[in-house]
């Protein structure tokens, strides 16, 4: 009589044969599949609007010991500028890059420079955008902006995000890339962190668009989407995702500012004849100043423009996504409070 492990055996042989002579492959399900990244980031690392972005802003700034690393689209605020040019008085390393293309940043890389501060144009081609809005410090925290280091920028309805994982280091890693495509010179960012892992994500330019596609593609729920605009030169990928994650019964909402001109926009009216919530955000108040994304309210993505192909193939865009419940719970509820006092 044949033992029963050497008939198992025999039977597997069998079935690996057929497969094999056939031609087909045999696909097996994980027994144990990968559990999702869930990312520790808690709720008080949100801080939204002008009072609550602004004063951490300069209490991270002043709490350096070692650097500050700066990246920003436009930046003319001149509180942060002076406690800048204070802080590399002290000692501390202050190195920064801006937008070559914004007016607003003529006037503050010559007041920098004339004290001897590290600030540099980021070398964009013409007609490319540096988007990148971020402060590093002692490359252990660093805050995620939507909005601009600019006076009307900070009075935008907007978003930052206070990192203070390994994702800081990440940033950090980041901007010492991008500051020694500017000038040659690599800064002294080490290659491993002690910081514990916060599962944090961070993109740059077309990663940004892979980052928006995977989550749109995954969620399960909800897709709640605050932005400025959606528009013909929205990317078509993008757009088709979200129409795809509609026809699967996702909650799919989108509140936008209402565009300056009356004509009928053939994107807007694509997405809400596939049954795509839309509101505008009541901008004679308060503009729309974020790129935000909530995924089944336990995932969240800030990017730093708008989702046009031209920004993902030609602008220097940035990205974070964060799959923390807590923290997009969060904005979940804030999400719910624009969309009540938006209109159609």
């Known amino acids: 009589m044949l033992k029963p492990r050497f008939v198992f055996s025999i039977l597997f042989l069998q ?28 709720a008080e690392a949100l801080f939204i609007d002008k009072d609550a972005i602004y004063n951490q802003t300069l209490a991270l700034i002043q709490s350096a010991q070692t650097s500050i690393y700066v990246e920003q689209a436009e930046f003319d605020d001149p509180n942060l500028i002076q406690l800048l040019l204070t802080k590399s008085r002290s000692g501390v390393d202050v190195r920064i890059l801006l937008d070559q293309w914004q007016k607003a940043n003529r006037a503050t890389l010559d007041q920098l420079k004339s ?151 053939v994107t807007i009216d694509k997405l809400t004849a596939n049954k795509i919530l839309i509101r505008y955000f009541p901008s004679e108040t308060q503009q729309l100043g974020m790129h935000l994304a909530i995924f089944d309210n336990s995932t969240f993505l800030l990017n730093s423009s708008d989702w046009t192909h031209y920004s993902f193939v030609a602008n220097h865009e940035f990205s974070i996504t964060v799959p923390s419940p807590l923290a997009s719970a969060k904005l979940g509820n804030m999400f719910i409070q624009d969309w009540g006092k938006s209109t159609k």
């Open 15 to 42: 079935l690996f044969s057929l497969l094999f002579l056939s031609g087909c492959s045999l696909k097996l399900p994980k027994l144990f599949p990968k559990p999702a990244s869930i990312s520790d980031l808690p």
């Open 115 to 265: 004290q001897n501060v590290s600030i540099q144009y980021y070398p964009a081609q013409k007609g490319q955008i540096n988007h990148t809005k971020y402060l590093i410090v002692d490359q252990k925290v660093a805050m995620i902006y939507g909005p601009p280091w600019t006076i009307d920028g900070m009075l935008t309805h907007s978003l930052a995000v206070k990192l203070s994982g390994r994702s800081a280091w990440k940033a950090a890693t980041i901007f010492s890339k991008d500051w020694e495509f500017t000038t040659t010179f690599p800064l002294n960012v080490p290659k491993t962190s002690p910081l514990p892992d916060d599962k944090i994500v961070l993109a740059t330019n077309a990663n940004v668009k892979q980052q928006l596609t995977e989550q749109i593609s995954a969620s399960t729920k909800s897709i709640w989407i605050e932005i400025s605009e959606i528009s013909e030169t929205t990317d078509d990928d993008l757009i088709q995702a979200l129409i795809d994650a509609a026809e699967k019964g996702r909650d799919v909402r989108l509140i936008l500012e209402r565009p300056a001109t009356t004509k009928p926009s």
